[in-house]
């Protein structure tokens, strides 16, 4: 299965939801179209800013192409969504000299952080780069049984110490290792205790000092993981973890088990973040990586 088509069957919620009246809309052409879409679009979690804009540009354009087809419409707004999506060479991609490239993974507990971790442990392994984990959410021993779990599964190293150690020296100990081996990316699971901003700033900030300390020049790649079933209320999340840690990139998970998908858009949107990736099922390989123009193409069309 390709990748358009996996993303396709993850989305299928917000498509099933979404399409079929897409199709409608852009056939019949009724007097209350652009109004029908705005609402259409708001009720897959677009949000209504977004949606607002969306709509606006797609009827600004049909006014100076006055002969365009519902294909050629709809093509439009799909190539327009795609393009709220910020774009960016993540720095695992960059040509840049340094190795390890450190990927810091942060979220509330319960969004499937550690899981994601080891989704995307595998995704590298399947490009053939070097992958060392750490361990670093140290107050939960079940996220570090799970991750050493992922490790035997992947052949992947993981670097961890016992419960409640100092979640700073297990991220220095991991890039480290990192360093020595000679490793291309070191992925680093931390913990996700919103409720308690202050001690998790400090712990994320000290995490990032300590992974600097030997070589200022490493890259680090802050991933927030939401879950995207949570709608809306994912904007609150991305608007506090960024009071506490310079995020860089997002993964939503659970795309497959909403009809609100849409949410995506206004996360990139409003924040002006990429997604780099999103999970669409259990299994490893369902981890995908984000490409604008073929999600907006599989929530917006039924074919």
């Given at each position: 299965m390709g990748l358009f088509e996996k993303i396709k069957e993850g989305l299928a919620k917000t498509r099933t939801r979404m399409a079929s009246a897409v199709d409608v809309l852009f056939r019949q052409k009724d007097p209350s179209f652009y109004q029908d879409l705005e609402e259409l679009l708001i009720t897959a979690d677009v949000g209504p800013v977004v949606a607002k804009v969306l709509v606006s540009d797609l009827r600004e354009w049909e006014k100076n192409h006055p002969?365009?087809?519902p294909e050629e419409s709809l093509a439009h707004l799909e190539q327009k969504m795609a393009g709220e999506f910020p774009q960016g060479t993540p720095l695992w991609d960059s040509p840049a000299h340094h190795r390890p490239c450190v990927i810091l993974m942060v979220g509330v507990n319960g969004v499937g952080k550690t899981t994601t971790t080891g989704k995307l442990g595998s995704y590298f392994r399947g490009q053939g780069r070097t992958v060392v984990f750490g361990a670093a959410d140290t107050f939960r021993a079940a996220a570090i049984e799970q991750l050493r779990k992922w490790g035997e599964q992947l052949d992947v190293?993981?670097?961890?110490?016992?419960?409640?150690?100092?979640?700073?020296?297990?991220?220095?100990?991991?890039?480290?290792?990192?360093?020595?081996?000679?490793?291309d990316v070191a992925i680093i699971d931390t913990a996700g205790r919103l409720q308690n901003k202050h001690n998790l700033m400090a712990e994320l900030q000290k995490?990032?000092?300590?992974?600097?300390?030997?070589?200022?020049?490493?890259?680090?790649?802050?991933?927030?993981?939401?879950?995207?079933?949570?709608?809306?209320?994912?904007?609150?999340?991305?608007e506090e973890f960024r009071k506490i840690t310079p995020v860089s990139g997002l993964i939503l998970t659970k795309l497959d088990g909403t009809s609100k998908?849409?949410?995506?858009?206004?996360?990139?949107?409003k924040h002006h973040?990429?997604?780099?990736?999103?999970g669409v099922g259990e299994k490893a390989s369902d981890l995908l990586p984000f490409d604008p123009l073929m999600f907006a193409r599989s929530i917006l069309r039924q074919e």
């Amino acid at each position: 299965m390709g990748l358009f088509e996996k993303i396709k069957e993850g989305l299928a919620k917000t498509r099933t939801r979404m399409a079929s009246a897409v199709d409608v809309l852009f056939r019949q052409k009724d007097p209350s179209f652009y109004q029908d879409l705005e609402e259409l679009l708001i009720t897959a979690d677009v949000g209504p800013v977004v949606a607002k804009v969306l709509v606006s540009d797609l009827r600004e354009w049909e006014k100076n192409h006055p002969g365009a087809t519902p294909e050629e419409s709809l093509a439009h707004l799909e190539q327009k969504m795609a393009g709220e999506f910020p774009q960016g060479t993540p720095l695992w991609d960059s040509p840049a000299h340094h190795r390890p490239c450190v990927i810091l993974m942060v979220g509330v507990n319960g969004v499937g952080k550690t899981t994601t971790t080891g989704k995307l442990g595998s995704y590298f392994r399947g490009q053939g780069r070097t992958v060392v984990f750490g361990a670093a959410d140290t107050f939960r021993a079940a996220a570090i049984e799970q991750l050493r779990k992922w490790g035997e599964q992947l052949d992947v190293p993981v670097v961890h110490q016992k419960t409640g150690a100092d979640p700073a020296s297990v991220a220095f100990d991991t890039v480290k290792s990192a360093r020595a081996k000679k490793m291309d990316v070191a992925i680093i699971d931390t913990a996700g205790r919103l409720q308690n901003k202050h001690n998790l700033m400090a712990e994320l900030q000290k995490i990032g000092s300590v992974i600097r300390k030997e070589d200022p020049e490493t890259p680090v790649e802050v991933l927030l993981v939401l879950d995207a079933t949570i709608g809306q209320n994912a904007l609150s999340q991305l608007e506090e973890f960024r009071k506490i840690t310079p995020v860089s990139g997002l993964i939503l998970t659970k795309l497959d088990g909403t009809s609100k998908g849409g949410v995506a858009v206004a996360l990139a949107q409003k924040h002006h973040l990429p997604v780099r990736f999103i999970g669409v099922g259990e299994k490893a390989s369902d981890l995908l990586p984000f490409d604008p123009l073929m999600f907006a193409r599989s929530i917006l069309r039924q074919e």
